[in-house]
């Protein structure tokens, strides 16, 4: 089995992760890049066409060009079971944008087509919280 925390020389840790997002009017759940809706409880393989799209909306997210806690938090994140049955996509997680964002730990996250998957640190308030 392919460990989900990588270490390669000149990279801390790697983790790649499919981008969907949740369309605002019919709720479906989509890739990112595509148009097929996606059922994460289904317990078979997605179709080639759906493949393809869910491989379209992946990035590699790699520390230290995205913070270590980043990395760690996706890579604890569970493999759906459809996609743990594909070989194209058994070690990839899933990362679930709302309003095209998503928040994990102190970070915020958005998904631009011309930038990916853009990452931004929340403000610490005057406590240090």
């Given amino acids: 089995m392919t460990n989900a925390l990588e270490y390669t020389e000149g990279i801390d840790a790697a983790v790649t992760v499919v981008l969907l997002h949740e369309d605002p009017i019919s709720g479906e759940i989509l890739p990112v890049e595509g148009n097929t809706p996606v059922d994460l409880a289904e317990g078979t393989p ?4 759906l493949v393809a799209q869910l491989l379209d909306s992946s990035v590699r997210l790699t520390a230290p060009d995205v913070p270590r806690e980043i990395v760690e938090a996706v890579t604890e ?13 058994r070690a990839h997680r899933v990362l679930t944008l709302r309003g095209n964002r998503a928040a994990l730990g102190s970070f915020r996250m958005y998904y631009s087509p011309r930038l990916g998957l853009v990452v931004d640190e929340l403000p610490r308030t005057d406590t240090g919280e």
């Avoid at 997605?46 to 066409?49: D, H, L, N, S, V």
């Avoid at 994140?77 to 996509?89: D, G, Q, R």
């Fill in 77 to 89: 994140l569970p493999v759906p079971a459809n996609f743990a049955e594909s070989p194209w996509l």
């Fill in 46 to 49: 997605p179709a080639p066409e």
